[in-house]
C-alpha cells in the first residue's frame, strides 16, 4: 500500500475517488482536453468549467458545449454559480439528470460581473441565502453535492465555521475552502490556520482531537474519519508543489488538496503530489504530453482557428522552465493552427538534449490569468 496520504482513495458521500488531489474548476480552462491530460497524471477528481445557473436554463449553445463529457472520463463533476434558490435547484436537477458524479455550488468566485450579479463570492455576505441556496440544491439531487468556498468576503467578516456548519446542516457530502477571503488578491499569501478553523468544523474535531489524529497510523486515520466524518474537507490556495500540498495537509487537518493555477502548464503537480516524490520533468517527457495535449484539442475541436487560439494559452504557460522558451513563447502566438503548433514544439525539442530536465515552473505569475 501506497504510504502517501495523497494516493488514499476517499469518500464523497457515495462517491468514491481514487486520490486526494483534484483539480479545481476553472473557468475557460477545465475543458475536455485539458482534464484528460490531468486525469491521466493522476487528478482524481475533475470538474467542467463552471456554469451559470441562468446560462444552463435557457440552454445557451457554449454552455451546452462545456457540459460535455469525453468516454474516457470514469469520474466528473459539474460547478454551478447563481444567487436564486430556484434557478440553482433547477440547474442541479439537470446537472443530476446528465450524470455529472457530483455537482459543486461555487461562493467563491471573486470576478465583479459574477459578484455584481449576487453570485460566487458575493454569497458569502448573506448567510441565510447561503443556507436556501444549499437547502435548495439539497432537495433537487441525492448525487454528492459540494461547496467550495473563501474564508469570508472580508477580512473583517471572516465567516468559514459559519458557511461550513451551514454546508453541514445542509446534508452536503463535502466542502473546498480557498484560504482568501474575496478582498484579498492572488498577492496575499493563503491563510492556512484560516482553513483549518473551517476544516475543524467540517470534520466535527476540536484542535487537540485533531493532533491526537495527526498523529495515529495514516491507515487508522482513515478507519476513523470514514466513521465519524461528515464532510469531507478540501483545502485550496496556492498548490504549487507537494510539498505545497503536504503542508496544506499537515497545517490544516484537510483530507486532500485542490490544485487551481499549479496545474496550468504542469499537469505532472498531480503525479509528483500521488506519487509523494518530486517530478523531474525531461523535454522528451514534456514534448510526449504537449503533444497529446494538441492531440485532445484536435480530437474535441477540430484543428480550427478556435482550438489553436484556445490552444495558445496553454502552450503558454508549458513553454516555460527550459532555455530558449522566450522565443518561442513568441511564435506560438502567431500560429493558427494546431498542426503548425506541433511543428513549433518538435522543431524547438530539436535544439535541446532529450533528457534535459525542466525547471520547475509555475503559471501563477502568468499575466494571462486575472480573475
Ligand atoms: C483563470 C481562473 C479561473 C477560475 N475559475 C474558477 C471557477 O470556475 N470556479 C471556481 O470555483 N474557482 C475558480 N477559480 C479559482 C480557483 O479554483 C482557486 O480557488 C484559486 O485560484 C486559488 O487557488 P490557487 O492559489 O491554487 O490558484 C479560478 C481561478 C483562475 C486563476
Known amino acids: 500500500m501506497n504510504s502517501n496520504p495523497f494516493a488514499l482513495p476517499i469518500k464523497i458521500g457515495t462517491l468514491e475517488i481514487p486520490g486526494r488531489v483534484i483539480l479545481a474548476p476553472l473557468a475557460g480552462i477545465t475543458d475536455i482536453p485539458f482534464r484528460r491530460i490531468c486525469q491521466e497524471m493522476g487528478a482524481a477528481l475533475t470538474y467542467i468549467e463552471m456554469i451559470s445557473a441562468v446560462a444552463l436554463n435557457y440552454e445557451n449553445r457554449r454552455t451546452l458545449e462545456m457540459a460535455r ?96 456548519r451551514r454546508a453541514q446542516a445542509a446534508g452536503l457530502q463535502m466542502v473546498t475552502i480557498h484560504g482568501r477571503t474575496r ?22 474535531l476540536s484542535e487537540q482531537e485533531q493532533q491526537q489524529q495527526q498523529q ?45 493555477r499549479g496545474a496550468l502548464g504542469n499537469p505532472w503537480i498531480f503525479r509528483e503530489i500521488t506519487k509523494g516524490a518530486p517530478e523531474q520533468v525531461t523535454l522528451e517527457e514534456w514534448l510526449k504530453v504537449v503533444l497529446r495535449h494538441l492531440n485532445y484539442q484536435e480530437e474535441t475541436y477540430g484543428d480550427t482557428q478556435t482550438a489553436a487560439v484556445l490552444m495558445r494559452k496553454h502552450l503558454l504557460w508549458y513553454a516555460k522552465g527550459f532555455p530558449g522558451t522566450k522565443t518561442l513563447r513568441c511564435e506560438i502566438c502567431k500560429h493558427n493552427s494546431l498542426q503548425e503548433m506541433r511543428n513549433l514544439f518538435r522543431d524547438f525539442c530539436k535544439n535541446h538534449p532529450a533528457d534535459l530536465v525542466r525547471i520547475h515552473a509555475t503559471a501563477h505569475d502568468d499575466h494571462y490569468i486575472s480573475q
Do not use: W
Open 69 to 164: 463529457r469525453h468516454a474516457s472520463e470514469k469520474i466528473l463533476g459539474a460547478q454551478l454559480e447563481g444567487n436564486d434558490p430556484v434557478a440553482i435547484a433547477r440547474t442541479v436537477k439537470t446537472f443530476d439528470s446528465m450524470g455529472f458524479d457530483t455537482i459543486d455550488i461555487n461562493m467563491g468566485c471573486p470576478v465583479r460581473k459574477v459578484v455584481n450579479a449576487g453570485g460566487g463570492s458575493s454569497l458569502l455576505r448573506y448567510p441565510d441565502l447561503i443556507s436556501r441556496i444549499l437547502d435548495a440544491a439539497r432537495a433537487a439531487t441525492t448525487r454528492p453535492l459540494s461547496v467550495k468556498y473563501r474564508l469570508g468576503f472580508t477580512r473583517e467578516t471572516v465567516s468559514v465555521e459559519d458557511t461550513t
Open 183 to 204: 478582498s484579498e488578491d492572488y498577492s496575499k499569501p493563503v491563510d492556512l490556520a484560516g482553513i483549518k478553523q473551517g476544516i475543524l468544523t467540517a470534520h466535527n
Open 216 to 260: 495515529q497510523q495514516q491507515e487508522q486515520i482513515q478507519l476513523l474519519r470514514h466513521q465519524q466524518q461528515p464532510l469531507t474537507a478540501f483545502g485550496n490556495g496556492n498548490i504549487f508543489s507537494l510539498s505545497d500540498a503536504q503542508k496544506m495537509m499537515q497545517e490544516t487537518g484537510c483530507d486532500g488538496v485542490m490544485v487551481s
